[in-house]
């Protein structure tokens, strides 16, 4: 095929569409369905009803081929566990008894049986649940979701393409399984898995489908030459099947590297590939190996991940240049629209130029048909929606949100000594225990308490003007006597407030700072059916006066105890917002820590002793190529110092991370210098706790012993095992005991029972402690 038959035959596709709904009705049928007041045939009804509405919509919007097997109840590596039949052993009697009820049980566990581990996928902020493997490991197609999801589409009369994780990154995202030694690795088990994934293929293949994606995103992650050599027969061996469809391998989030000359001469019919920003360097690699003839490339151009307008010159530009190296190229998404919200069309509450700034999914979606048509029938074709692109991005580049003079000079004052504390730890702990007073194993929460349909009642009812200001501060401040009460009466050491105040640990913040937007209907997944609203981060970022400091000052009243001051780091405030494209992250994140400098000094300067800077996003954010890591962990923890080191050296900074694998991430933990930092911890079995002792991590650590993403309630017995593991790799006087993370997606009933067993569980280690 030409380039010019190729421009001509451009379709429009994309990997994955938003699951939750206009109105998040998945998530309200799933947790309807926990509770007993929605039928399992009523949830199944209604994720087929939001599947075909999506379908239709993309078809409607010029989508040529839309994707099928995307859509989960939970979680989309849970699906292709099942499809697999990697079932657990502890949870295969639930899975035999109700296939429904036992797939939920592996999400969130029950009171006997503990879930999945559930991590970051990649450097979002969606979770997925690792999946346990080891030798004994059988496996068995389940190919049943996924036929039935494609003949759905099928019978609305769309050309539809099943979507499947594939087998190289299902094994590398696995863990070994209980008892199974922390050094095997899952891939071992490639030539056991291959007959399954070749069932699956070809039970689509009978259903109709005439293409399947098969998505390997862990190849743009460095690969070792054994890895890449499983790649190789993989896509040599599926290529080799004769009942099979069409296959096309994505992948997406950075470059493929050494991967993609693997790819390009494996016996498949397609490949998708990342060409935004972030992954530019796949276009030069592309064309080194010779490029894709008489093969399908699907152009991963407009960025999927971030919601800011494609540029369209830009992209049409790169379009052109990749026409003279693939049979047929197709436009698409860089990646599954999953991580973005559903539509601007929503948000009524942003200025009307700014909102032509931003492309959501239906906006994306426009783009992708947009691009498509340019390519297959030249850009006169699209002369107007070019014209309107280019004034849309002329006006954000020109835009005084973008550029405040002020913001500018005090980020380029910074100096070295911003961010170092006027003494080392070794010396400033001394004053921290004096000034604090703690036990031994001093127990203490992450942060938030369960937000109660009551708060919630009473944010939305100040919102919709039905309760006036006083009425709803006085909620507040009800609601944080009663959490400081509760936890005097349980025995915590270290109080927190409560967060009752927040609607979300950085959307709260961002309300508050000049140079952030929210939306009201920008829901995006972050597991299950927990869904943020992230902010936008459009423009210069400064605080116009103290954020916090009312409502940790009335907690502190209540109560002789320390309470904590909580705030949100700044690498997490950009981790978990849309943030600008349009200057260095480094940059955006010192001005966000200068922000956030001046509330640590406030919260001190009224009487604050513990501060909390929580960075869970520190992880999630590092780079997935090794080479790139050094200079954002050299930025990213320069901004949490200069958030922090303004205190004085009896003045305890704290900080928090959570569901990410922290093993190779030690030093920069070090390097933040915080003198507490508390860690998720219990589904891993103390995982981490081994890590920062291997590290020689000198200060002091919180290891979780409270799984609270689940909501069965430890026992004491339970939690004071971890903490004796715990106790193994982290000396007593630097070890705290709290739980993994907020405890705001939990119920009271639970969380009290659950709290009650870690003060019991650290009563009773501390008891079993030699005498000082």
Not at 59 to 67: L, T
Not at 628 to 641: C, M
Not at 690 to 717: F, Q
Request: aromatic share 6%; proline share 6%.
């Amino acid at each position: 095929m030409t380039a010019k038959s190729a421009a001509a035959a451009a379709r429009a596709t994309v990997y994955g569409y938003p699951r939750q709904g206009r109105h998040r009705e998945l998530k309200k049928a799933v947790e309807g369905y926990w509770k007993g007041r929605v039928s399992a045939d009523a949830l199944h009804a209604t994720a087929a009803d939001l599947r075909a509405a999506n379908w239709r919509r993309l078809a409607e919007a010029g989508v040529h081929e839309v994707p099928t097997g995307d859509f989960s109840l939970y979680d989309h590596i849970l699906d292709t566990s099942v499809m697999v039949g990697a079932i657990p052993a502890r949870h295969r009697a639930a899975v035999a008894a109700d296939a429904l009820d036992g797939y939920f049980a592996m999400a969130r566990g029950t009171q006997d049986v503990a879930p999945l581990e559930m991590t970051k996928w990649f450097d979002t902020n969606y979770h997925y649940l690792v999946p346990e493997l080891g030798p004994d490991t059988t496996f068995a197609a389940d190919s049943s979701k996924q036929v039935a999801e494609l003949r759905e589409a099928l019978a609305l009369g769309l050309s539809a393409r099943p979507v499947l994780v594939g087998p190289v990154t299902y094994l590398l995202l696995a863990k070994p399984a209980p008892g199974v030694g922390s050094g095997y690795a899952p891939l071992a088990l490639l030539d056991r898995l291959l007959p399954v994934y070749a069932e699956v293929l070809a039970d689509l293949r009978a259903a109709g489908a005439e293409w399947v994606q098969l998505d390997e995103p862990a190849l743009v992650q460095d690969r070792t030459p054994a890895e890449l050599e499983a790649v190789e027969k993989v896509y040599r061996d599926l290529g080799a099947l004769v009942d099979r469809p069409k296959l096309l391998v994505a992948s997406y989030f950075d470059r493929l590297g050494d991967a993609l000359p693997v790819l390009a001469k494996a016996p498949v019919e397609g490949l998708a590939l990342d060409f935004t920003e972030a992954a530019a360097a796949n276009l030069d690699a592309l064309a080194t190996a010779g490029g894709l003839p008489g093969k399908r490339l699907v152009a991963g151009i407009v960025n999927g991940r971030n919601i800011w307008i494609n540029d369209y010159e830009k992209s049409l530009t790169t379009l052109a240049t990749l026409l003279g190296l693939a049979g047929q190229v197709d436009v698409a998404a860089s990646c599954s629209l999953l991580h973005v919200p559903l539509d601007t069309a929503a948000e009524q509450d942003i200025d009307p130029q700014i909102l032509r700034w931003l492309a959501f999914a239906e906006q994306k979606t426009a783009e992708i048909v947009t691009l498509a048509k340019g390519l297959a029938q030249g850009t006169d074709a699209i002369a107007a929606q070019i014209a309107a692109n280019r004034a849309d991005l002329a006006s954000r580049a020109a835009s005084p949100i973008t550029h405040d003079s002020a913001v500018r000079a005090r980020a380029a004052a910074v100096t070295d000594a911003d961010g170092r504390r006027s003494q080392p730890y070794t010396e400033r702990t001394a004053a921290q225990r004096a000034h604090l007073g703690l036990p031994l194993l001093p127990t203490t929460t992450i942060g938030s308490f369960p937000q109660t349909g009551e708060l919630r009642t009473a944010r939305a009812d100040l919102r919709a003007g039905r309760i006036g200001t006083a009425g709803y501060e006085e909620r507040i401040r009800a609601e944080i006597a009663e959490v400081i009460a509760f936890q005097e009466k349980t025995g915590l050491d270290v109080l927190v407030h409560g967060e009752a105040e927040r609607n979300d640990m950085v959307q709260y913040f961002a309300e508050q700072l000049t140079g952030y937007l929210a939306t009201q209907q920008g829901w995006v997944q972050s597991y299950g059916t927990r869904y943020v609203r992230p902010p936008i981060l459009a423009g210069d970022i400064s605080r116009s006066g103290p954020m916090t400091v009312r409502w940790t000052s009335y907690a502190q009243s209540l109560t002789e105890r320390p309470v904590k001051g909580m705030l949100t780091g700044p690498v997490t405030m950009l981790a978990w917002s849309f943030v600008r494209d349009d200057q260095p992250l480094g940059d955006t994140a010192r001005q966000v820590a200068l922000a956030l400098r001046e509330e640590v000094a406030d919260l001190e300067a009224a009487g604050t002793r513990v501060i909390q800077v929580d960075e869970p996003a520190l992880r999630e954010t590092l780079p997935l190529r090794a080479a790139d890591r050094p200079a954002y962990l050299d930025w990213a923890t320069e901004a949490f110092r200069l958030t922090t080191a303004g205190v004085r050296p009896a003045t305890q900074i704290h900080t928090h991370m959570c569901y990410a694998e922290f093993g190779d991430i030690v030093q920069a933990i070090d390097d933040l210098d915080a003198d507490v930092i508390s860690l998720e911890a219990a589904r891993s079995h103390m995982q981490v706790a081994a890590e920062l002792a291997a590290h020689g991590y000198p200060r002091e650590a919180g290891p979780g012993v409270y799984d609270i993403h689940s909501p069965r309630v430890p026992g004491a017995d339970e939690a004071a095992a971890l903490l004796r593991k715990g106790l193994r790799a982290i000396p007593a006087e630097r070890l705290w005991v709290n739980p993994d993370c907020g405890l705001k997606t939990r119920g009271w009933p639970e969380t009290r029972a659950s709290l009650e067993n870690l003060v019991s569980a650290a009563r009773a280690v501390r008891a079993e402690l030699p005498a000082s």
